[in-house]
T-cell receptor, first 115, second 114 residues
Framework: SQQGEEDPQALSIQEGENATMNCSYK?????LQWYRQNSGRGLVHLIL?????REKHSGRLRVTLDTSKKSSSLLITASRAADTASYFC???????????????FGGGTRLMVKP | DTGVSQNPRHKITKRGQNVTFRCDPI?????LYWYRQTLGQGPEFLTY????????KSRLLSDRFSAERPKGSFSTLEIQRTEQGDSAMYLC????????????FGQGTRLTVV
């Protein structure tokens, strides 16, 4: 079963606008990661935020993590048509647990950026 | 190319046939994962290897599924007596060390059972 929910399920914006995607999860985590998937392709890792971090930046990406609310958000600033893809959050379980550090994915947000 | 490689990229098979997929991870990575992804959903964990040892299996992995990583390098995933519900993208990923870290995914094998 999937760890959590992503919101919204689909998002359509104009090029240059910002896109915000939210992710909620259910169990304690070691870290949370965001991945991008272009249609019919594999997943590409975007950014990892550890459970003791609250915010992280990478280029046009900004990720926040609120462990008290078990939620995270991904902000893409100044979006481009090439950002069109599905975005997934994934949680990694606690080290030493029987999760084996497998990733548990949400259902994804399908982002369309119109030129 | 030093990324994760999966073969074949596409497989169409008749119901009841057996299929086998191969994954070649990044060479220095000792962890290898198989995930399954159906249309419009996120990937779901199937199984995980550390070197040649299969350490975790999901309940999604029925008796018809078997995975191996005989020498701790490449891995194979076999599905016996395929069913239409097995149609999905099968993704392989590898990661380099025992701490929680990012996973590097292959392009996937898309299976269609007709």
């Amino acid at each position: 079963s999937q760890q959590g929910e992503e919101d919204p399920q689909a998002l359509s914006i104009q090029e240059g606008e910002n896109a915000t995607m939210n992710c909620s999860y259910k169990t304690s985590i070691n870290n949370l990661q965001w991945y991008r998937q272009n249609s019919g392709r594999g997943l590409v890792h975007l950014i990892l935020i550890r459970s003791n971090e609250r915010e992280k930046h990478s280029g046009r990406l900004r990720v926040t993590l609120d462990t008290s609310k078990k939620s995270s958000s991904l902000l893409i600033t100044a979006s481009r048509a090439a950002d069109t893809a599905s975005y997934f959050c994934a949680t990694a379980g606690l080290v030493g647990g029987n999760a084996g550090n497998m990733l548990t994915f949400g259902g994804g947000t399908r982002l369309m950026v119109k030129p | 190319d030093t990324g994760v490689s999966q073969n074949p990229r596409h497989k169409i098979t008749k119901r009841g046939q057996n299929v086998t997929f191969r994954c070649d991870p990044i060479s220095e990575h000792n962890r290898l994962y198989w995930y399954r992804q159906t249309l419009g959903q996120g990937p779901e964990f199937l199984t995980y290897f550390q070197n040649e040892a299969q350490l975790e299996k999901s309940r999604l992995l029925s008796d018809r599924f078997s995975a191996e990583r005989p020498k701790g390098s490449f891995s194979t995933l076999e599905i016996q007596r395929t069913e239409q519900g097995d149609s999905a993208m099968y993704l392989c990923a590898s990661s380099p060390w025992t701490g929680s870290t990012e996973a590097f995914f292959g392009q996937g094998t898309r299976l269609t059972v007709v």
